[in-house]
């Protein structure tokens, strides 16, 4: 069963469209990171939340926003998405903020820019 | 500043073959946390396995073996007769420090392709 879930698969949204995309866990877990994977490269932290604290990364552009209103639920809002915002983007959990802490990811939504 | 570097891009291999993916690592950390994730044509990363600096035992998991050597700073994946759903793109990665904020450090990743 999954236990990460983004939605949704594929997003398809117009150049300067703001666009939400959505992740839920059912692992009761208390860390939920959002990272952008661009074509043939490594993911890439934009931030995570750590219960509701809100961490975000040094070069994240501000086009990039998060909101976690409750444990499972997390989303990302790209105000203005430009074309070099097509990526993939994967939502992660863990248990807790720890180093040692694998992460678990969902199956990641691959947005599309016109 | 923490890094992962996984030389081989892309690597072919026949069906049955062993293959081994390289991964070597930088940091001034004395504790850290290395990982292993797959990512099948299908997106999703998946978690293979977790080693921490201070346990160099070496570790196997079916066809799976894990070579970890801090004195080269090496983590190395063996698949041993490999099969066509191991097709995928593996990415080693380092844990970043707290002030780094928790951020998996990937690798560029190695795509491999297992054909019949």
């Known amino acids: 069963d999954a236990m990460v879930i983004q939605n949704p698969r594929y997003q398809v949204t117009q150049f300067g469209k703001p666009v939400t995309l959505s992740c839920s866990q059912t692992?009761?877990?208390?860390?939920m990171y959002w990272y952008q994977q661009k074509s043939s490269q490594a993911p890439k932290l934009l931030f995570h939340y750590y219960d509701k604290d809100f961490n975000n990364e040094a070069d994240t552009p501000d086009n990039f926003q998060s909101r976690r209103p409750n444990t499972s639920f997390c989303f990302l809002d790209i105000r203005s998405p430009g074309l070099g915002d097509a990526a993939m983007y994967l939502c992660?959990?863990?248990?807790?903020?720890?180093?040692?802490?694998?992460?678990?990811f969902g199956d990641g939504t691959r947005l599309s820019i016109l | 500043a923490q890094k992962v570097t996984q030389a081989q891009t892309e690597i072919s291999v026949v069906e049955k073959e062993d293959v081994t993916l390289d991964c070597v690592y930088e940091t001034r950390d004395t504790t850290y946390y290395l990982f292993w994730y797959k990512q099948p044509p299908s997106g999703e990363l998946v978690f293979l396995i977790r080693r921490n600096s201070f346990d160099e035992q070496n570790e196997i998991s079916g066809r799976y073996s894990w070579n970890f050597q801090k004195s080269t700073s090496s983590f190395n994946f063996t698949i041993t007769a490999s099969q066509v759903v191991d097709s995928a793109v593996y990415f080693c990665?380092?844990?970043?420090?707290?002030?780094?904020?928790?951020?998996?450090?990937f690798g560029k990743g190695t795509s491999l392709l297992v054909t019949p």
């Open positions: 990665a380092l844990s970043e420090p707290a002030n780094s904020g928790y951020a998996l450090n």
């Open positions: 992660a959990t863990s248990r807790v903020r720890d180093r040692a802490q694998p992460q678990h």
């Open positions: 692992l009761n877990h208390n860390v």
